[in-house]
């Protein structure tokens, strides 16, 4: 837009500086004429005055015969500029009329969903909340977490499948608000802002369920808006099916929140170029201790089990109910849902490697290390 603003400009300067320069020859040939004697008041040399006006006409005509080409370049340039931006506006009024019909239609359908449980009545988002929280009551850990995985989408399949008629309604409404949003707004910042309005409308619960539907044949066509647009990063790592087993532990959602943010900071950490991160929990209970390089990522996490800190709710509260073989299993489980299922990865990369490992250093202070690495050397996909 700045060029083409430059280009008018530089245009019209142009078109002035030959207006100018023509009526400068003008003037400086009739004073010539004036001069010499050739016209005055009285009388003017007909022959004298038909050859300086030739001249002037040759070369003042052909200035102007120039400038007016350009402004008329220039008007035709501005109305196209008018004629395109009224075709934008025009475009932007016909998506957002779709892409908030299609929002309120999305709303309808998650208002339809009901469920019935002992004479209590589950509306809305309430019912994905309750059916999240049945699902997770049948889920039992089985000590591995691709083995969890596989587990927890079967369940949602179940789930899936017993609801098929309205959930595959729900889905295909919000794959059809994507798919608009992807083929009809170019411009990444416009196009951000209304992936942040559709997301803002999604439930935690709805995360949850939004996350395993893309693993399954359901949810194939979906998966790359989830990826691209990574719609469910503020689902909370302990309300992942995988990792339900540590928010039992903690049976506490406020201690959930906390240990999740701990976490959410190392993700945050690893998307920068940076290559060290320090930082402690509960008044130097817990220090992480993070180094990474190009073909690996290494953790230290040292508990010092003496350290006090106030009882209120801070980052990281909740740690001192795990024990340190059930942080040491947290790390190794969170690196495989941040190394392959973000990225929907199904099957085991050979060449990524992880090492775990607890030392005593005293007997109420322990370091917990957790390494990964690139067998092959490649750089590890972030």
Known sequence: MNKKRSTASLRITFSIFLTALGAIIFILFIGELAYEGWINFYTINSERAGQTGDFIGGIVGSIFTIVGIVLLYETLSLQRQEFIASRKVFQTQQFENKYFS??????????????????????????????????????????????????????????????REILGQYFRTLYRIFELIETTIEDTEEKLSYIKIIRGQLSESELFFLKYNAWTTFGEKFRPYIINHNL????????????????????????????????????????????????????????????????????????????????????????????NKDIEKLLKYWFLEFFYSRHYIENKNPNLKFKVDIQTISPTKFKIICNIYSSDGFELAI
């Open 102 to 163: 299609l929002i309120q239609l999305y709303n309808n359908i998650v208002n339809s969903f009901h469920l019935e449980i002992n004479n209590h009545s589950y509306k809305g988002k309430e019912f994905f909340a309750k059916k999240k929280q049945i699902i997770l009551s049948t889920f039992i850990p089985a000590n591995s977490y691709f083995k969890d995985q596989k587990q927890a989408i079967a369940l949602y399949s179940n789930f899936y499948i017993a609801e």
């Open 232 to 323: 469910v990063k503020h689902l909370p790592i302990l309300e992942r099916m995988e990792f339900n087993q540590f928010k039992k532990q903690l049976n506490s959602e406020e201690k959930s929140s906390a240990v999740s943010l701990v976490f959410e900071e190392i993700n945050i950490f690893l998307k920068t170029k940076n290559t060290d991160y320090y930082k402690t929990y509960l008044k130097g209970m817990f220090a992480f201790k993070i180094t990474r390089a190009r073909e690996k990522v290494d953790i230290e996490i040292f508990r010092t089990n003496t350290a006090t800190f106030s009882n209120f709710l801070q980052e990281g509260y909740g740690l001192n109910n795990l024990s």
